[in-house]
């Protein structure tokens, strides 16, 4: 979905209404731009789809609101698939990631 992934001319209004209603191979598209507001990456996290999430996370253009990255450090320690993503957010901070410290994966800390 080229157009998702790159067009400059979608607003953020736009991506969160095709975020709330089209398919996951949407969503993941959107995760993936060259630039994710926080307020599109709180609407992806909302979706609730680990694999989004997760796509979400590795992609380094992508901002958080800091509730949101606390969010999501939470959550990770259900979801294995957030926690390298996570630790190498350089917005995670010291804080968010002692609190992974206690249930990241001995894999993540390799």
């Not at 694999?51 to 992609?59: E, K, P, S």
């Amino acid at each position: 979905m080229p157009i998702l992934e790159r067009s400059s001319i979608l607003l953020d209004s736009d991506l969160v209404e095709v975020i709330q209603h089209k398919s996951m191979d949407h969503r993941l598209a959107i995760a993936m731009r060259d630039s994710v507001s926080r307020d599109v990456s709180e609407s992806l996290v909302e979706s609730g789809e680990e694999n989004g999430v997760a796509a979400l996370l590795q992609n380094k253009a992508a901002s958080f609101h800091p509730a949101t990255l606390s969010r999501l450090v939470d959550e990770s320690e259900t979801k294995a698939a957030y926690q390298g993503p996570l630790l190498e957010r350089d917005e995670l901070g010291p804080e968010l990631a002692h609190r992974m410290y206690w249930w990241g994966s001995a894999d993540v800390y390799s």
